[in-house]
C-alpha cells in the first residue's frame, strides 16, 4: 500500500478540478497550471526512483484487497511512461503559453489538458482492465474537446471522424472485457494472467486476444486502422498535436505491450507472429504515406504510424533484447516527436503555413531553429550517436538473431525513406533563399518558442550518447516485463 | 392570442416536487440500497428539465442562477476530497469511514463518508445534464 502511486493521477486532476472553478482569471491559470506540471514531473521522477530502489509499488483503492477492488501498479515499465508523459506534458504546456490564442485558452483549455494527463498517466499505472478502459475515456473525452477546439470547419469534420472511431473501439473494447471476465470470471490483469495460465482453451483466448489487438491497434495506429491519425493531427495546433502524436498513440502501444508481455503470452507462436506482420505492414505505409505528402504536420503525422510498428516490432520478436529495443525507442520517440511538432508550431509561426513549398530559406534568417531541428530530424531518422540509432540496433540485432529476416528488410528500407523524408522538410524549409521580408518575421520572439523545445532537444542527445547505461536500464525494465510472475506476485501478495 | 399553459404549470409544480423529494430519498438511499448520486442526481436533472421546458428559459434562470460550470467544478472538488481525507489518515485514497450515531429526534443514523462522496457525484451529474441541454436549448441562430 502506497499512496505515492497515485500521485501521478491525482495532481493533475485536482488542479484541473480547480482550474474550472478559476476559469475566469487566465493569469492565474498560467501560473498556476505552470507550477502543477513540474509538481507532476517531480512526482514521476520521484515514483521512478522509489520503484526502482524498492521493487513494485502497488495501491489498492478503497482499501479493498487484490483481486476484488482496483489496484493501481507502478513498475518499471509503467513508472518510465508516467515519466516520459510529464516532460512532454511540461514542454508543450510552455509551447502553449506562447502560441495559443486567447479565446482557447478562455475555454477551458487548461483544465482538459491536465484531465487529458489525468488519462494517460490512469492508463499507464492502472492495474486492472475495466479502469483501464475508464482511463481511456478520461483521456479522450478530454482529447475530443482539445482537437476540436477552435472549431474551424476542417477541424469538425475531422474531428467527428475521430470521435467516431474511438467510440467504436470503445465498445469493441467492452466486447472483449465481456468475452475475458466470461472466461477468466476476473478483471484484474495480475488475476487474468493466473487464470489465463490454467484455462486450457487456447481457441477463445486468441479471439480476445485478437479483439484487444483491433481496440488497442485502433488507439494505437496500427495497420489497417490507422487512417484517422494523419488528418484529424493535422487539425489542432501545435502544442495540442505534439501532446497527440508524442503521448495518445503510445498509450495504445503501451495497452498492447503490457497485454501481450502479461496476459496473452498461451500461444505467442500465433499472436506475436501475427503483431509482427502487422508491424511490418504499420511501418512500410506509414513511411510511404510520409514520402507522399508536402506539408509539414502531414508527414509528422505519418512518421508516428511507421514509427509505431517499430515498437510493435519488437513485441511481435518476443525476446528481451528487443522488449528493451522497444521500451527505448518508446522513451526516444516520445521526446523526439513531441519536439518535431513543436518545431512545425514554431515555423508555422513564423511563416504562416505548414505547406512545405511555400517556405524557404529559414537557415539563413533563423540559424538556431534550423539546427536543432536537423540534430532533432536526424535523430528521428537513427544516424548515430543520436538515440534514433540505438533504439533501431537492437531491433534489427534480434531481428537477426531471431532470422525473421524480412522484417529487418522492412525496417531497413523503412529508416532510409524517414531519413528522406525528414530531409526533404530540412531542404524545402531551411534551404533556398529566405521568401520572408525582415519586417514579416521581426516581432516573433524566437527566445520563448524555442526555450520548451530546447529541453527536449538536449534529451534526445543525452539519450544518444549515454546510451550505454540509458539501454542498460530499459534492459532492466524489459526483463521485469517478459517474466509475468513478478508482476503477478506484486499485485496478488498484499 | 397567447396559449394557455394553466394545466401544464400546475401539474408541473405538484409532479417536480414528487420527482424532486424521490431525487433525495434516492441520494440519502445511496450507499447501502438501490440509489446514490448518479441516479438521484439525473431525476434531479430530470424534474428541473421539466420546469424549464413549462416555464421558460429567463423565469428559471432567475429561480435558479447557478453557474453551472461552476458546480461541476465544486462537485468533482468534493468527490476528490473526500478521497483525499483518507490519506491523511494513512489509508488507501477512497478508503470509507462510518460509524452510527444516535441523534435526537431522528434516532439511529448512520454517517459515512460515502455521502460526500456521493453528493460531489450528485452536483456533477445535475450541472453537466443541464448545461448539455441548456446550452442545445439556448442556441437560438
Given at each position: 500500500m502506497n499512496n505515492i502511486v497515485l500521485l501521478p493521477v491525482l495532481i493533475p486532476f485536482i488542479a484541473g478540478t480547480l482550474l474550472i472553478l478559476f476559469?475566469?482569471?487566465?493569469?492565474l491559470q498560467r501560473i498556476s497550471s505552470g507550477i502543477v506540471v513540474f509538481l507532476l514531473l517531480f512526482s514521476a521522477v520521484f515514483l521512478l526512483y522509489l520503484v526502482y530502489q524498492e521493487g513494485i509499488q502497488t495501491i489498492a483503492l478503497g482499501n479493498w484487497p487484490a483481486p476484488f477492488g482496483i489496484v493501481l501498479v507502478a513498475d518499471l515499465f509503467s513508472v518510465l511512461m508516467v515519466v516520459l508523459s510529464s516532460i512532454v506534458g511540461v514542454a508543450c504546456l510552455f509551447f502553449a503559453y506562447q502560441t495559443l490564442s486567447k479565446e482557447r485558452e478562455k475555454y477551458f483549455f487548461y483544465?482538459?489538458?491536465?484531465?487529458?494527463?489525468?488519462?494517460?498517466?490512469?492508463?499507464?499505472?492502472?492495474?486492472?482492465?475495466?479502469?483501464?478502459f475508464v482511463f481511456f475515456e478520461v483521456m479522450l473525452i478530454s482529447s475530443f474537446i482539445l482537437i476540436v477546439m477552435g472549431g474551424t470547419k476542417y477541424q469538425l469534420r475531422e474531428s467527428y471522424k475521430y470521435v467516431v472511431i474511438n467510440m467504436f473501439a470503445s465498445i469493441l473494447f467492452l466486447v472483449a472485457l465481456a468475452l475475458i471476465y466470461g472466461l477468466t470470471g476476473t478483471l484484474n490483469m495480475a488475476h487474468i494472467a493466473v487464470q489465463v495460465a490454467e484455462l486450457e482453451q487456447a481457441g477463445v483466448l486468441n479471439t480476445a486476444a485478437i479483439l484487444l489487438l483491433i481496440v488497442f491497434g485502433m488507439k494505437g495506429a496500427l495497420f489497417p486502422l490507422y487512417f484517422w491519425?494523419?488528418?484529424?493531427?493535422?487539425?489542432?495546433?501545435?502544442?495540442?498535436a505534439a501532446l497527440f502524436g508524442g503521448l495518445l498513440t503510445k498509450v495504445g502501444i503501451y495497452a498492447i505491450i503490457r497485454t501481450f508481455t502479461l496476459i496473452f503470452v498461451h500461444d505467442t507462436g500465433f499472436t506475436h507472429t501475427v503483431i509482427?506482420?502487422?508491424?511490418?505492414?504499420?511501418?512500410?505505409?506509414?513511411?510511404?504515406?510520409?514520402?507522399?505528402?508536402f506539408d509539414f504536420k502531414r508527414i509528422l503525422s505519418y512518421h508516428i504510424i511507421?514509427?509505431?510498428?517499430?515498437?510493435?516490432?519488437?513485441?511481435?520478436?518476443?525476446?528481451?533484447?528487443?522488449?528493451?529495443?522497444?521500451?527505448?525507442?518508446?522513451?526516444?520517440?516520445?521526446?523526439?516527436?513531441?519536439?518535431?511538432?513543436?518545431?512545425?508550431?514554431?515555423?508555422?509561426?513564423?511563416?504562416?503555413?505548414?505547406?512545405?513549398?511555400?517556405?524557404?530559406?529559414?537557415?539563413?534568417?533563423?540559424?538556431?531553429?534550423?539546427?536543432?531541428?536537423?540534430?532533432?530530424?536526424?535523430?528521428?531518422?537513427?544516424?548515430?550517436?543520436?538515440?534514433?540509432?540505438?533504439?533501431?540496433?537492437p531491433l534489427i540485432l534480434s531481428g537477426i538473431e531471431q532470422e525473421s529476416y524480412i522484417i529487418v528488410v522492412v525496417a531497413l528500407i523503412v529508416g532510409l525513406l524517414t531519413l528522406f523524408s525528414m530531409m526533404k522538410i530540412f531542404i524545402y524549409v531551411f534551404w533556398g533563399t529566405p521568401s520572408l521580408k525582415k519586417s514579416d518575421y521581426e516581432h516573433i520572439k524566437m527566445k520563448p518558442l524555442l526555450l520548451p523545445i530546447m529541453p527536449l532537444v538536449a534529451l534526445t542527445i543525452i539519450l544518444g550518447f549515454a546510451a550505454e547505461p540509458i539501454f542498460s536500464f530499459s534492459e532492466v525494465v524489459a526483463d521485469q516485463i517478459i517474466d509475468p510472475s513478478i508482476y503477478i506476485d506484486a499485485v496478488l501478495e498484499e | 392570442m397567447r396559449t394557455n399553459f394553466l394545466m401544464l404549470h400546475t401539474i408541473t409544480r405538484?409532479?417536480?416536487?414528487?420527482?424532486?423529494?424521490?431525487?433525495?430519498?434516492l441520494f440519502f438511499a445511496g450507499h447501502n440500497a438501490p440509489g446514490g448520486g448518479f441516479i438521484g442526481g439525473l431525476m434531479m436533472a430530470g424534474a428541473l428539465i421539466l420546469l424549464y421546458v413549462s416555464f421558460d428559459l429567463a423565469t428559471i434562470k432567475k429561480v435558479l442562477p447557478f453557474d453551472y460550470t461552476f458546480v461541476i467544478g465544486l462537485?468533482?472538488?468534493?468527490?476528490?476530497?473526500?478521497?483525499?481525507?483518507?490519506?491523511?489518515?494513512?489509508?488507501?485514497?477512497?478508503?470509507q469511514y462510518f460509524d452510527y450515531y444516535q441523534i435526537p429526534f431522528i434516532g439511529e443514523v448512520e454517517l459515512t463518508t460515502a455521502l460526500?462522496?456521493?453528493?460531489?457525484?450528485?452536483?456533477?451529474?445535475?450541472?453537466?445534464?443541464?448545461?448539455?441541454?441548456?446550452?442545445?436549448?439556448?442556441?437560438?441562430?
Open positions: 476559469r475566469h482569471y487566465p493569469r483544465p482538459f489538458y491536465f484531465f487529458l494527463l489525468t488519462g494517460v498517466n490512469g492508463s499507464f499505472l492502472t492495474g486492472d482492465l475495466f479502469n483501464l491519425l494523419p488528418k484529424s493531427y493535422y487539425g489542432p495546433p501545435a502544442a495540442i509482427l506482420a502487422l508491424a511490418g505492414f504499420t511501418m512500410f505505409f506509414g513511411v510511404l504515406g510520409a514520402v507522399s505528402q511507421s514509427q509505431v510498428g517499430y515498437m510493435v516490432m519488437g513485441l511481435g520478436l518476443f525476446t528481451p533484447l528487443a522488449l528493451a529495443g522497444a521500451i527505448y525507442y518508446i522513451a526516444h520517440h516520445i521526446i523526439v516527436k513531441s519536439a518535431l511538432f513543436l518545431f512545425a508550431g514554431a515555423t508555422q509561426k513564423i511563416t504562416g503555413t505548414t505547406d512545405l513549398k511555400k517556405m524557404s530559406g529559414l537557415l539563413k534568417t533563423h540559424p538556431v531553429l534550423a539546427w536543432t531541428f536537423f540534430i532533432t530530424a536526424i535523430s528521428l531518422a537513427g544516424i548515430p550517436p543520436l538515440s534514433g540509432f540505438f533504439s533501431k540496433f | 405538484i409532479v417536480s416536487f414528487i420527482v424532486i423529494s424521490f431525487s433525495v430519498y462537485g468533482l472538488l468534493i468527490a476528490i476530497l473526500t478521497g483525499l481525507n483518507s490519506m491523511i489518515f494513512g489509508d488507501a485514497f477512497l478508503t460526500p462522496f456521493d453528493l460531489g457525484i450528485y452536483l456533477v451529474v445535475i450541472a453537466i445534464t443541464l448545461l448539455i441541454i441548456l446550452t442545445i436549448a439556448e442556441d437560438v441562430s
